[in-house]
């Protein structure tokens, strides 16, 4: 082979090699700080965080002893809560979940509170460490009910009044 044959050579496998690990920082940055908003999207607002309009209700008719709300009973963020007539609702880490949980334990995206008629059900995003319903996890959508704990990481929630 030519010289220069092997120096095309070494300088495509060099560049591949950059690739990968240029792929893997940005893999970890998004996982570590959320997805990237761009500037269009973003409020008017500066560095402050931004409030959320709220979304069209897709919760059934209330009924008597229905859940109103996802509650944090145990972990960093205890007695943080979402209402659930703005159901879907997302639990993890990232700048979009309703419930924004600070715990090593927790994906970005980790799970989703959701309806179907007069039932709730919690849904594992396919997150690293998974998504408990009392000691089990969940690899499937699961129905919730009043005072069931949801274990994420090391914090729990639990469907309330």
């Given at each position: 082979?030519?010289?220069?044959?092997?120096?095309?050579?070494?300088?495509?496998?060099?560049?591949?090699?950059?690739?990968?690990?240029?792929?893997?920082?940005?893999?970890?940055?998004?996982?570590?700080?959320?997805?990237?908003?761009?500037?269009?999207?973003?409020?008017?607002?500066?560095?402050?965080?931004?409030?959320?309009?709220?979304?069209?209700?897709?919760?059934?008719?209330?009924?008597?002893?229905?859940?109103?709300?996802?509650?944090?009973?145990?972990?960093?963020?205890?007695?943080?809560?979402?209402?659930?007539?703005?159901?879907?609702?997302?639990?993890?880490?990232?700048?979009d979940a309703a419930i924004r949980l600070d715990d090593d334990y927790v994906?970005?995206?980790?799970?989703?509170i959701a309806s179907s008629g007069d039932q709730w059900f919690v849904e594992d995003l396919g997150s690293t460490?998974?998504?408990?319903?009392?000691?089990?996890?969940?690899?499937?959508?699961?129905?919730?009910?009043?005072?069931?704990?949801?274990?994420?990481?090391?914090?729990?929630?639990?469907?309330?009044?």
């Amino acid at each position: 082979m030519s010289e220069l044959t092997l120096f095309l050579i070494r300088l495509a496998y060099l560049a591949i090699l950059w690739i990968f690990v240029l792929s893997a920082i940005s893999v970890i940055r998004s996982d570590m700080f959320g997805a990237r908003v761009p500037e269009g999207a973003r409020g008017s607002e500066g560095g402050g965080r931004r409030t959320k309009k709220p979304k069209p209700a897709k919760a059934p008719a209330k009924r008597r002893g229905s859940p109103t709300h996802v509650l944090v009973v145990e972990g960093g963020n205890a007695g943080e809560r979402a209402e659930l007539d703005q159901a879907p609702i997302l639990i993890g880490r990232g700048t979009d979940a309703a419930i924004r949980l600070d715990d090593d334990y927790v994906s970005t995206r980790h799970a989703r509170i959701a309806s179907s008629g007069d039932q709730w059900f919690v849904e594992d995003l396919g997150s690293t460490n998974g998504t408990y319903v009392g000691t089990a996890r969940i690899t499937q959508p699961t129905t919730l009910t009043l005072g069931t704990q949801v274990r994420i990481g090391k914090t729990i929630l639990e469907l309330r009044k």
